[in-house]
């Protein structure tokens, strides 16, 4: 799978998995949202990512603040709007879900 040019959003990005995850996207060249809890280390994380990443503060469960950082997401051109799938959970707004495509 090409991962340079690619957009993604990372759930859990602040930390763990999801930084780690977010840190082999950049690396290859994708542009990266890192979507966790406010009050979270996610702006830390973002700037440790450089330009290509952003932080989008919210809770999964929470719709509504998932949607607001999405939209912020998307000024960032890091999610495009084809993906979205109108207000809904999270995992409706995500149209493609391929979690095997990296290989440590």
């Known amino acids: 799978m090409r991962i ?3 957009s993604a959003l990372v759930t859990g990005g602040a930390s763990g998995l999801g930084l780690g995850t977010a840190r082999h996207l950049v690396e ?3 542009r990266v949202v890192l979507l966790d809890l406010p009050g979270s280390e ?3 994380a973002a700037a440790s990512l ?3 990443a952003r932080f989008a503060p919210a809770d999964i469960t ?5 949607d607001a950082a999405l ?3 998307s000024a960032h051109g890091a999610v495009a709007s084809s ?3 109108g207000p809904s959970p999270l995992w ?3 149209s493609t879900v391929t979690p095997t495509f990296l290989s440590w």
């Open 83 to 85: 993906g979205r799938l």
């Open 4 to 6: 340079e040019g690619m």
């Open 50 to 52: 450089g330009s290509s």
């Open 92 to 94: 409706r707004h995500i």
């Open 28 to 30: 290859r060249g994708a």
């Open 71 to 73: 939209e912020a997401a």
């Open 42 to 44: 996610g702006e830390k």
């Open 62 to 66: 929470d719709t509504e603040a998932v």
